[in-house]
């Protein structure tokens, strides 16, 4: 009778629902349902399509039917109506300074530091402000779609600490400049920070330590080789402000009779792992220098326009075979994170420089955001693309508003209509961060009122009173 009982059980579990094959793997997290642009090389879209992440690797990407008939899971998001995409990733900011936003505005990029941002800094800069200011940050890349971003900063082991801590990917690197600084009174002792920076973190699955040297203008050769050596002894990216203004182009050609290009060429700075901010007075001689190294190329829009910086020719980069990933730069001069904006900006930009309204297309904005951001910032076997091996960063899009439907083309929808609050959720190494806009690793309203208290210190240090 026993036997007869067991028997009944085992053939009720194989014919009905809960029979779990044999073929089948439990994995962490399915998400199923929705539109999934993966930016592999074939830039398939799946409609519908799921995607199985076990821990924190994608295992499984296809139609829901294929893999539900693999997989079930702990837990499953219903992605119906929605776009699935790789995280975007900002390749250039200063996620502290978003405790300047608004501070000074509709001024030229050399005033602006020279006259408000560098005082302020050298008045308010502490590792608390950078902690108060890093989580705010992370708080706005988190909602707007963000999973990874590139820094430069002072105090770079806070903002490690808090990026580590809220589970965000970061390459990281410890600014180096001549003058005195917040953290380290002469550029030795910054590129010291560096160096133990670097040695902290190397070994950390969310965060890349790199090296920061400010710019060729506020460096002297002895330190941008230092630094450059440095990085290639770690194998760490190197980040530079490269060729922003036409001010640094005249100082190199008062200094070395040479452009920026040229200089750091001389001097033997430029790598594969060099991650150019910027990049906006250069000559096709200078691309070709460019492209020869390899160095990756970080395009600002915002930040370029709103201080009238001029207009990166990134079709003429893109031509060259250099790789050019988008950011945001500080909030200080954007004065927002929100990488859709950066990229319709990207594309609106350049059909009106280059005359032509094919420069530079919805799919080239977003791989920029996506998989060309991975390659700047040396991730792409990581990150960038929704494929099977990779790492588990992604975000789910609403496509409920008003200005999203009809939708007849997702990518076209996401550069041209999308906005970062229309991000759902974000997922990075597996990990949820934000849920159906409910962010679970960081206490929203704390963050926002101690960010609004740490504001009101900045304007009594500037000898400003706080608005009425």
């Known amino acids: ?42 830039r398939r879209v799946l409609s519908p399509g799921a995607i199985a992440i076990a821990e924190d690797v994608i295992v499984a990407v296809g139609s829901p039917d294929s893999v539900q008939k693999e997989y079930i899971a702990d837990d499953t998001i219903e992605a119906s109506g929605k776009i699935v995409l790789p995280g975007l990733i900002n390749t250039h900011t200063h996620a502290p300074m978003v405790m300047y936003r608004g501070l000074a505005d509709d001024l030229a990029l050399m005033d602006w530091l020279d006259q408000y941002i560098l005082p302020a800094e050298a008045k308010t800069v502490t590792p608390e402000f950078v902690r108060v200011g890093t989580k705010l940050a992370l708080l706005e890349m988190i909602r707007s779609g963000t999973t990874t971003y590139a820094d430069m900063y002072y105090f770079e082991d806070v903002i490690a600490e808090v990026t580590h801590e809220v589970g965000m990917r970061a390459v990281l690197g410890q600014t180096v400049i001549q003058f005195p600084a917040p953290d380290a009174a002469t550029p030795r002792e910054a590129l010291d920070r560096a160096s133990q920076f670097i040695e902290r973190w190397k070994k950390d699955k969310l ?13 002297d050769r002895k330190m941008l080789e230092a630094s450059h050596a440095l990085s290639q002894q ?70 370029n326009m709103k201080l009238a910086s001029g207009t990166a020719p990134v079709s003429s980069y893109l031509a060259a075979g250099v790789a050019v990933g988008l950011g945001t730069d500080g909030a200080a001069s954007n004065n927002d994170l929100d990488m859709f904006e950066a990229m319709r900006f990207t594309a609106l930009l350049h059909k009106l ?116």
């Open 353 to 468: 420089h280059d005359n032509d309204p094919r420069a530079v297309g919805a799919e080239v904005a977003l791989e920029m955001a996506t998989i060309g951001g991975a390659k700047v910032l040396g991730l792409e076997d990581q990150v960038g693309s929704l494929e099977v091996g990779k790492r588990a960063d992604l975000i789910v899009v609403s496509m409920d508003a008003a200005r999203q439907t009809p939708m007849y083309n997702p990518i076209s929808n996401l550069v041209y209509t999308t906005h970062g609050d229309d991000v759902v959720t974000t997922i990075v190494n597996g990990r949820v961060l934000m849920r159906d806009k409910d962010v679970l690793t960081l206490d929203e309203d704390i963050v926002i009122s101690e960010a609004r208290a740490m504001a009101i210190e900045v304007l009594e240090a500037i000898g400003v009173r706080e608005p009425e």
């Open 1 to 42: 009778m026993v036997q007869f009982i067991a028997s009944f059980i085992l053939i009720f579990l194989m014919s009905g629902a809960g029979y779990l094959s044999a073929a089948q793997r439990t994995v962490s997290l399915i998400i199923t349902g929705g539109v999934v642009v993966t930016m592999d090389e074939e």
């Open 207 to 219: 965060i890349t330590p790199a090296v920061a040297p400010h710019s060729m203008f506020t460096l």
């Open 234 to 303: 770690h194998k760490v990216p190197l980040l530079i402000h490269f060729a922003e203004t036409r001010d640094e182009v005249e100082i190199a050609q008062q200094q070395y009779s040479q452009t920026p290009t040229e200089y750091l060429d001389e001097i033997g700075f430029w790598s594969a792992n060099t991650v150019a901010a910027h990049g906006i007075w250069v000559s096709k001689e200078d691309i070709a220098v460019l492209q020869k190294h390899q160095v990756g190329v970080s395009h600002n829009p915002e930040s």
